[in-house]
């Protein structure tokens, strides 16, 4: 008897450093597939695969030009950044169902009203012309509300909203900040 039970502990004691042995192996395998994991996000987020993260906005040399955008406006209209006007551009990304964007209008849009040198663009996920053009014509903005394909939203690399970026009169970016009153736009919009 004392042999069967001795054979049942050794069977066990096997059987547990197998599933240890296992564990131990899933858990290397498991470590060195995070490290590739990593080693392709890094190659990804190099300079020359996404300039928007390498962006340094106290750089007194010429900044990186700003992805396209594709956006409708209230008319249904598709365009990009070419066809917005030459002075420099504030471009506000917002999400349909964002309370902070929703706060941050009224005082986006007496930004707009003050600061006519500016061209103010809210480009909005989520959302469809029919809803911007009744916000518009309900709210009457001194910004244009567009509707903005997730692509767009890619490219900028926008992980929260609402993101503002500013453009010069070439289209590249000076400045990307998350602001939400008309205040912190002067601060950080004016100064440059």
Same mark, same amino acid.
């Given at each position: 008897?004392?042999?069967?039970?001795?054979?049942?502990?050794?069977?066990?004691?096997?059987?547990?450093?197998?599933?240890?042995?296992?564990?131990?192996?899933?858990?290397?395998?498991?470590?060195?597939?995070?490290?590739?994991?990593?080693?392709?996000?890094?190659?990804?987020?190099?300079?020359?695969?996404?300039?928007?993260?390498?962006?340094?906005?106290?750089?007194?040399?010429?900044?990186?030009?700003?992805?396209?955008?594709?956006?409708?406006?209230?008319?249904?209209? %598709?365009?990009?950044?070419?066809? $917005?006007?030459?002075?420099?551009? *504030?471009?506000?990304? +917002? @999400?349909? &169902?964002?309370?902070?964007?929703?706060?941050?209008?009224?005082?986006?849009?007496?930004?707009?009203?003050?600061?006519?040198?500016?061209?103010?663009?809210?480009?909005?996920?989520?959302?469809?012309?029919?809803?911007?053009?009744?916000?518009?014509?309900?709210?009457?903005?001194?910004?244009?509300?567009?509707?903005?394909?997730?692509?767009?939203?890619?490219?900028?690399?926008?992980?929260? %909203?609402?993101?503002?970026?500013? $453009?010069?009169?070439?289209?590249? *970016?000076?400045?990307? +900040? @998350?602001? &939400?009153?008309?205040?912190?736009?002067?601060?950080?919009?004016?100064?440059?």
């Amino acid at each position: 008897m004392i042999k069967n039970k001795n054979k049942g502990i050794y069977g066990i004691s096997i059987a547990f450093t197998i599933v240890i042995i296992l564990s131990i192996y899933t858990i290397v395998d498991l470590s060195l597939s995070l490290k590739d994991t990593k080693a392709q996000l890094h190659k990804l987020s190099t300079k020359e695969h996404n300039p928007i993260d390498h962006l340094d906005t106290n750089s007194q040399e010429p900044q990186i030009p700003a992805p396209e955008i594709k956006a409708k406006d209230k008319n249904g209209n %598709t365009f990009g950044l070419a066809q $917005l006007s030459k002075k420099k551009k *504030i471009l506000v990304f +917002a @999400e349909n &169902s964002c309370e902070h964007c929703e706060a941050f209008y009224p005082e986006l849009d007496a930004f707009a009203k003050a600061y006519g040198a500016f061209e103010v663009i809210v480009v909005k996920a989520n959302t469809t012309v029919q809803d911007i053009k009744k916000t518009q014509e309900d709210k009457n903005y001194h910004f244009t509300l567009t509707s903005g394909d997730l692509q767009t939203f890619a490219e900028y690399q926008i992980d929260s %909203t609402p993101t503002t970026f500013l $453009l010069d009169e070439h289209n590249h *970016i000076i400045q990307i +900040a @998350e602001v &939400s009153t008309k205040r912190g736009m002067e601060e950080m919009f004016l100064t440059i």
